[in-house]
Each structure stands twice: as structure tokens, then as C-alpha cells.
């Protein structure tokens, strides 16, 4: 270990002790260049108990970064050593680095809504950022063991969330948003078993119940989801169909707890009975018990 990440990680649990509080003469941007250089490592302390969740009270507890220093931050989180640090590898601990950098532009983008602070080219160059990562991230590994969460399709959804919600978003947008949702759905390698599909239909869930989008741009969008099942049987195929259906059934769980949803949940019924294979089975299996 570095004497510069040993002294990072010394600061950092004294000013997590001392509820993220800085010692007088201490500048938070001045530690925010270090976190950033270490925002990959592979230490799961370091990385996400300290290094994210002391990003995640300075910029929305203590409101310790100015505007140009947000900017700043803003402006490194995006560059090619951080959300597109080798963007396309799998199965390395670059990762980490991607994921943890989203996070930053999810805190980034909830700061914007709060105060909004980027101008119209800062917000295009964060929403493009934001859309292509999502895009091109194909290593979508959940839990790492003795290396903690990568995450990279639930951290991203949380940062698009953030996007769907902003002032500046539009319908074009929302659109390549749910695209990206899409892809990731779709990747046809890893089977999102670490709950992303919860943090994913958050980002749908909120456009619908705010009206963000038409409703029938977003039947629509639902209904094409099933279409994976028109393509030959192959492992990808399956992966894809496993990783739609269980996203339609949170989607359906989720709009079930609203009222006015009905013709909503009567669409996702209707896609999650052409992904599942099992209905024509058990149909099967009441009619021979004569059920």
C-alpha cells in the first residue's frame, strides 16, 4: 500500500468518525482529487464505505463543493481514467472504476436538480456520458467475492434515474434511456440476479407515474420488450428472456401498489404471459387434471 492511500484511508475514517465533518483549514476538494484517484480500488472499504459514502454527505448533507468545484469533479468523473476507464473490458478489476464512477455522476446529477448548477453544454456532455456508458458497459457482474459490489447495471440505473427526472431532459432523452434499459436487458451473458432489475424499473416506474413520457410511447416500449422471444433458441436468448420477464414482473409489482394503473398492468400481464414459458404447462396440467 501506497503512504498516499494509507494516508487517504487514515483521513477518511477519522472524518467519517467525526460524521464527515473537516478539522478547520481542511478543504473537501482537496480530498476529492485523491478519492478520485482511488474511486476503483479494489478494497470494498475503501472504495464504497469511504470513499462513496463521504462523496454522498459532502455533496448532499454538508454542501461542502462550490460550483466550479462540482464542475471540476464533474469534469474528471467523465473522462477516460474513470467512467470509461478501459470501457468494453470483462472479467477485470477495471470495473470498479467504471461503477463507482457512476455512482459519482448519479450524486452529480441529483445535485443539479437541487441547485443546477451546469450550464446547457455541461448537462449534454453529462446526459451523452451517461448514455453511452450505460451503453458500452459489458461487464455487468453483481457481487465480487472478497472485492465487493461492481454493480454496473443497478449503479448506472441510479444515475439514469437521476437523468429521467432532471428539468433539462426531454422526450428524445427518455427515449434513448429506455434504449439503454434495453441493451442491458438484453446483453445475453449475464443473468441480473443482484436485484438490478429492481433499481432499473425504478427509472420506468418514475417516468410513468410523473408523466414524463406519452403513455403510449411507453406501452410500447413495453410490448416490444418481448420480442427477444421471436429470435432461435440459444443461451443468449434465454439470458435475455429471463433478465425481461423478471423485469416486467417487478415493473408489474411495483404499479401495483398505485391506483389508475390498470391498463398499464393489463400490458405487462400480457408480456410477462408471452415470456413465460411455463403458462402453456401449467394450462396443461389443469386441464389433465380437469381444473
Known amino acids: 500500500m501506497t503512504k498516499e492511500k494509507e494516508e487517504l484511508i487514515l483521513n477518511l475514517e477519522r472524518i467519517k468518525h467525526n460524521q464527515y465533518k473537516l478539522n478547520e483549514g481542511e478543504k473537501a476538494i482537496d480530498f476529492a482529487k485523491c478519492m478520485l484517484k482511488y474511486i476503483g480500488d479494489i478494497n470494498p472499504e475503501l472504495r464504497d464505505d469511504l470513499i462513496y459514502f463521504t462523496f454522498c454527505n459532502w455533496i448532499y448533507e454538508k454542501d461542502y463543493f462550490n460550483n466550479k468545484e462540482l464542475i471540476n469533479i464533474l469534469d474528471i468523473i467523465l473522462d477516460e481514467n474513470h467512467l470509461f476507464f478501459h470501457i468494453g473490458n470483462e472479467y477485470d478489476n477495471t470495473v470498479f472504476t467504471r ?3 457512476v455512482l459519482i455522476v448519479d450524486l452529480l446529477l441529483g445535485k443539479e436538480r437541487q441547485k443546477s448548477f451546469l450550464n446547457t453544454e455541461k448537462f449534454i456532455k453529462i446526459k451523452n456520458s451517461l448514455i453511452k456508458y450505460y451503453n458500452e458497459e459489458n461487464d455487468l457482474r453483481g457481487y465480487l467475492d472478497n472485492m465487493g459490489w461492481a454493480h454496473g447495471a ?3 440505473a441510479d444515475a439514469m434515474l437521476e437523468l429521467a427526472i432532471s428539468k433539462k431532459t426531454d422526450e428524445v432523452v427518455l427515449l434513448d434511456i429506455l434504449k439503454a434499459l434495453e441493451r442491458v436487458l438484453y446483453n445475453g451473458k449475464y443473468f441480473l440476479s ?8 425504478r427509472v420506468v416506474f ?16 413495453i410490448e416490444g420488450l418481448s420480442k427477444c422471444i421471436e429470435s432461435e433458441y440459444s443461451r443468449e436468448q434465454y439470458i435475455t428472456r429471463v433478465n425481461t420477464k423478471n423485469f416486467i414482473r417487478c415493473l408489474y409489482f411495483s404499479l401495483m401498489h398505485l391506483k389508475n394503473t390498470d391498463d398499464i398492468t393489463d400490458v405487462l400481464f400480457k408480456v410477462e404471459e408471452r415470456l413465460n414459458k411455463f403458462i402453456k404447462t401449467d394450462k396443461q396440467i389443469l386441464k389433465e387434471l380437469d381444473l
Open 99 to 101: 461503477t463507482f464512477s
Open 154 to 156: 443497478a449503479h448506472g
Open 194 to 201: 443482484n436485484e438490478e432489475d429492481e433499481r432499473m424499473t
Open 206 to 221: 418514475v417516468i410513468l407515474i410523473k408523466g414524463l413520457l406519452a403513455k403510449d410511447r411507453l406501452i410500447h416500449w
